[in-house]
């Protein structure tokens, strides 16, 4: 695992000056963090490559940057490659030779084999990286198939710049810090800025699934994996992937797939010469990946963090399932005074805002696991939406029902506002905060009742707030949407990989790489194994989402290896108290950095309508902790080290 970093003058092939050479210094020891073991750096006419080592696999050498057979071909790496050893041997086959035992060298020379899709194509892993090819002149950038590694690209007065995070792009020289409105409008409805965008103008994100060709006058993006989710007999026969005979939907054909392919995902994600681990919230997710590794790793060691708030603690549940799979268990409290040194670290480590307030926990979580001497964990993320985890999906069906009753679509808007008068409940995703998303979101089409349903602002709000006008915010939404039906999905499949590209993508990974990497721990993620992708989206709805019971093949897999009454508890999101906290411990910090005039300060937001927000959650009218913790983690970013005016 590492972190990388560069730049590249297409049209400008003179020698690297003295200025690129120390910003590419600067914009390598930006993510120190990301590989605190060893740093590397190439140079060459019109080009700079820089990397961060967080040494796992063959510790002692694999140094990087690494070059391909030709010497023409030089490569920087963020990841890992669980296939490596396999890709390794077809190329010894064809000649190769190997002078390091790691997975970064099968990358140069599996591009000059293969190429680029060939090379891509054949690799199983979470990724991000760059290979210079010196004899066209080109730079390749390359994202894994999910997006769990991160790739920022940056194109300011004919010079590209790329880095595993935003604040090695901006420390460039010709780097410039503008706010982008559309993307601020973005963030203020999801919580996050979806890809390919960032926060920044003239900054983009390497969408999951593509790879970037850079040369003079070329600035080419392709797709080189995309799911499908069509059941035709030819598609069935000429998968890579294995499943039940064609046709045959039943629960029994489809339980022994489901639980071999998580195993073997999990299995492939155990390679590693330093200790390993696994996150245990006591969840079904983050169980079915412990238990499964509980059988293939001696003395595991599982992690965990309680809270003093009885709603939001799991820790009763992560320790039974500890003790039931056998693994040696370590948690914290992470208490009121946590949450302040956790807030401060966000400031630096969170180059981009992110109003996911469980990244707090998870940076504190981080923290504590890299304190006990472990350096890789597994989660359980990307479940629900491979297996249809969330209460939003049973929402969806709720709302169709709504909208069929005949005059429903005007009696629902007088309905949501004669939900502001319900009492307000602070604890951890309350009845009246669900009731008035469902009203809220129940008549919008699909896409943007989704979103109403997750996100912040509704988008009427999010216009009365922000003081600039923005048009087509769903476009990026509506386009992944759209692409999945084309691709067979249904409706409600489509929603489902709607939040694989959105929320999973652009905040929960982003969330857990921030945070983890901050502490310079690897967190690996065996649901987001492309081969157990491709399995679930051939999984039929029924057997996902069973009446009420969400992930239904997934808890019938799994409850053999977990204790009783896990599979059937009810799901409880990785969260903290905003709501409550905001009108207690956190009040003076909402005020001092929304109040008076400070949610103004910079020009983007109405403080009249701020401070209406305020007032409403501090009496204890309408909980608004959403839309006031989207804008204070704004204006923490943007006052801090990565915003606009910072360092």
């Known amino acids: 695992m590492c972190g990388i970093t560069g730049f590249v003058r297409p049209g400008d092939p003179g020698p690297i000056q003295p200025d690129e050479r120390a910003a590419l210094q600067r914009m390598n020891d930006a993510i120190t963090h990301r590989g605190p073991d060893e740093d590397g750096f190439w140079t060459g006419d019109g080009v700079g490559l820089a990397m961060r080592r967080l040494s796992i696999i063959d510790v002692a050498g694999s140094h990087q940057p690494q070059r391909g057979p030709s ?7 963020n990841g890992e490659i669980y296939n490596y050893r396999e890709v390794r041997r077809e190329l010894q086959d064809r000649g190769h030779r190997f002078l390091t035992d790691g997975d970064t060298e099968v990358l140069p020379h599996g591009y000059e084999e293969w190429g680029m899709e060939g090379l891509l194509r054949r690799l199983n892993g979470m990724f991000a990286f760059a290979i210079w090819d010196g004899r066209s002149r080109e730079l ?22 790329f880095g595993s995070e935003l604040k090695s792009v901006v420390l460039h020289p010709r780097a410039r810090r503008e706010v982008d409105p559309a993307s601020l409008a973005r963030y203020l409805v999801f919580e996050y800025v979806p890809s390919p965008r960032s926060i920044y103008q003239g900054v983009r994100k390497l969408r999951p699934g593509h790879y970037l060709r850079l040369g003079e006058g070329v600035d080419e ?20 992937i294995t499943l039940p005979r064609a046709g045959d939907d039943s629960e029994s054909a489809w339980l022994p797939h489901v639980a071999h392919a998580l195993r073997e995902a999990v299995r492939a994600r155990l390679v590693s010469e330093v200790p390993i681990g696994a996150l245990l919230s006591g969840g079904v997710d983050s169980s079915s990946t412990s238990a499964l590794m509980a059988e293939l790793v001696p003395d595991l060691r599982t992690f965990s963090i309680e809270f003093e708030e009885e709603s939001f603690d799991e820790s009763a549940h992560s320790r039974a399932v500890a003790q039931h799979i056998g693994s040696r268990h370590s948690s914290r409290v992470f208490s009121r005074g946590d949450f302040t040194d956790a807030l401060m670290a966000a400031r630096d480590f969170l180059d981009e805002p992110l109003a996911d307030a469980s990244v707090l926990p998870m940076w504190f979580l981080s923290k504590m696991v890299k304190e ?3 350096t890789v964990v597994l989660s359980g993320d990307g479940a629900d939406e491979l297996f249809a985890g969330y209460p939003t999906y049973f929402a969806h069906t709720l709302a169709g029902g709504l909208n ?15 939900s502001s008068f319900l009492p307000s409940d602070y604890g951890n995703v309350s009845l009246d905060y669900k009731i008035r998303r469902m009203l809220a979101g129940a008549p919008r089409p699909p896409v943007q009742r989704h979103l109403s349903f997750l996100g912040s602002f509704l988008e009427e709000e999010m216009r009365q707030v922000l003081t600039v006008d923005v048009e087509g915010i769903w476009s990026e939404l509506q386009g992944h949407y759209d692409e999945a039906e084309a691709a067979g999905a249904t409706p409600m499949e489509a929603l489902t990989w709607l939040d694989a590209r959105t929320y999973m993508g652009d905040d929960i990974l982003v969330k857990v790489d921030r945070a983890s990497m901050a502490n310079s721990l690897e967190v ?24 009420r019971t969400s992930k239904y093949l997934l808890k019938k897999a799994m409850a053999p290896r977990l204790p009783r009454g896990i599979t059937g508890r009810p799901k409880k999101g990785f969260g903290i108290p905003v709501a409550d906290w905001l009108r207690g411990p956190w009040r003076d910090l909402l005020l001092d950095t929304l109040g008076d005039g400070g949610a103004s300060k910079t ?3 109405d403080q009249r309508v701020v401070d209406r927000m305020i007032h409403e959650h501090l009496e204890g009218r309408l909980d608004r902790r959403k839309p006031l913790w989207t804008l204070l983690m704004f204006r923490w970013w943007e006052d801090g080290t990565w915003g606009p005016g910072g360092a």
């Open 71 to 77: 010497g023409q071909t030089v490569c920087v790496f």
């Open 140 to 161: 390749f950038l390359a994202r894994d198939r999910m997006g769990i590694k991160p790739l920022y690209v940056g194109s300011f007065d004919g010079t590209w710049v």
């Open 221 to 240: 993006e392709r797709c080189y994996w995309s799911l499908r989710w069509t059941r035709s007999r030819d598609d069935w026969e000429h998968t890579n």
């Open 372 to 374: 006990e001497g472990v």
């Open 404 to 418: 069929s009753v005949p005059g429903m679509g005007r009696l629902l808007p007088r309905l949501h506002a004669l």
């Open 524 to 547: 690996r993620v065996p649901f987001l194994d492309h081969r157990l992708v491709e399995l679930a989206a051939r999984v039929p709805w029924g057997l996902k989402q069973r009446g």
């Open 603 to 605: 020009g983007w937001f």
